[in-house]
């Protein structure tokens, strides 16, 4: 069974930097679209930033231009810099994982990834 642990999370200014680490325990299937959604209290849920195991990228539109997803295959890892943050992103941020880009792009619909990691705080102060 697929494990997806996070860490990296924590409280920052607005304007500052965090890096949030997902380290996958196995991955046997050939392809992958891991990547990160947050959720806060009485929002929606919303993508964040999703890398395939060709490489490609997917941003979601409030977090273009300040945060970028990196991967580490070797380690089965992947990475989110976060920079220039703002209150607007403090949630609850989650690591996820699938076969499929379809978690993706249904997220608002109610999508489950296959693989879900429990979860990590990210709290941006004014």
């Known amino acids: 069974q697929v494990q997806l642990v996070e860490s990296g999370g924590g409280s920052v200014q607005s304007g500052g930097s965090l890096r949030l680490s997902c380290a996958a325990s196995?991955?046997?299937?050939?392809?992958?679209?891991m990547g990160w959604f947050r959720q806060a209290p009485g929002k929606e849920r919303e993508g964040v930033a999703v890398?395939?195991?060709?490489?490609?990228?997917t941003y979601g539109d409030s977090v273009k231009g300040r945060f970028t997803i990196s991967q580490d295959n070797s380690n089965k890892t992947i990475y989110l810099q976060m920079d220039n943050l703002k209150p607007d992103d403090t949630a609850m941020y989650y690591c996820?994982?699938?076969?499929?880009?379809?978690?993706?792009?249904?997220?608002?619909?109610?999508?489950?990834?296959?693989?879900r990691g429990q979860g990590t705080q990210v709290t941006v102060s004014s």
């Open positions: 196995e991955w046997p299937y050939s392809a992958y679209y």
């Open positions: 996820a994982a699938d076969i499929s880009f379809s978690w993706w792009l249904h997220l608002q619909q109610g999508a489950v990834p296959r693989f």
């Open positions: 890398i395939g195991s060709d490489g490609t990228t």
